[in-house]
């Protein structure tokens, strides 16, 4: 990435004003790792309820669990779909979506085809994508790209593939993969579907600093586990953040 370009992300970063409700709204508060338990997630909502975070974002199957512990708040409920390598079938991904649907999940947020997308299969690509589009009947959808397995021409091509589909955001990485999000593949990703489009940083975001870093190169949806540090962090930083 060109040091200009760099230095002038930054430098917005620097001067951003987000207040930590502000900043709340654009997280989607993430527990993904197996092995967690009940009371993993109960802490988790928890936590959503405390500082209105946007959303948890959940495994399947515990969408309906964090959905009965946030009735009647504001948070909503993010599924993740084929995680984390993608790999399931184009029909299994939409039921998949649909039952996270039919339990409340608000959200869905679906690995691409990875190994199809570097055989340059686009068409199973964008196929895939327009299956759980479909089977979610309107819900938001978001594409994981997994940029850290892709080139810089490929994060423009899956970018590409993901709008065509009718999806609404891209994101960057599962947290799973070989990296997380990258100032340079937010401000790729942000240039190549424009302004109207949803652009989700996540992998590594796991301070204040990370997150106005993105969010200044152009992602207006953070996913961390590390959310309740990042606003603690944000409230640190005083009103002149």
């Known amino acids: 990435m060109d040091l200009g370009l760099v230095a002038e992300i930054e430098k917005k970063a620097n001067s ?6 502000q900043l709340a709204k654009m997280i989607d508060h993430a527990l993904l790792h197996p092995d967690r338990t009940r009371d993993s997630f109960r802490d988790l909502c928890s936590e959503a309820k405390k500082y209105h975070f946007y959303s948890v974002c959940v495994n399947p199957a515990w969408v309906k669990f964090c959905v009965e512990e946030l009735r009647g708040t504001d948070v909503k409920v993010v599924a993740v779909v084929s995680f984390p390598f ?5 029909r299994m991904k939409a039921l998949e979506a649909s039952e996270a649907v039919e339990n409340g999940a608000s959200e869905i947020d679906m ?3 990875i190994g199809a997308f570097k ?5 199973h690509v964008r196929e895939d994508i327009e299956a759980v589009v479909e089977a979610v009947g309107g819900k938001t959808v978001k594409v994981i790209i997994e940029a850290g397995y892709l080139t810089d021409d490929e994060v423009v091509k899956a970018c590409e593939i993901a709008k065509q589909a009718g999806a609404h955001f891209v994101k960057t990485a599962t947290g799973f993969g070989p990296a997380g999000a990258t100032i340079h593949q937010v401000y790729l990703m942000r240039k190549t579907v424009g302004e109207n489009f949803g652009v989700k940083a996540s992998g590594g975001i796991r301070s204040f600093r990370d997150a106005l870093l993105m969010i200044a190169a152009g992602a207006n949806r953070i996913g961390s586990s590390s959310s309740v540090r990042i606003i603690e962090e944000c409230r640190s930083a005083g009103p002149s953040k």
């Open 16 to 21: 951003l004003k987000l207040s930590p409700e």
């Open 86 to 90: 993608g790999l399931m079938t184009p």
């Open 111 to 113: 690995v691409m085809n």
């Open 119 to 123: 055989s340059k299969d686009y068409n």
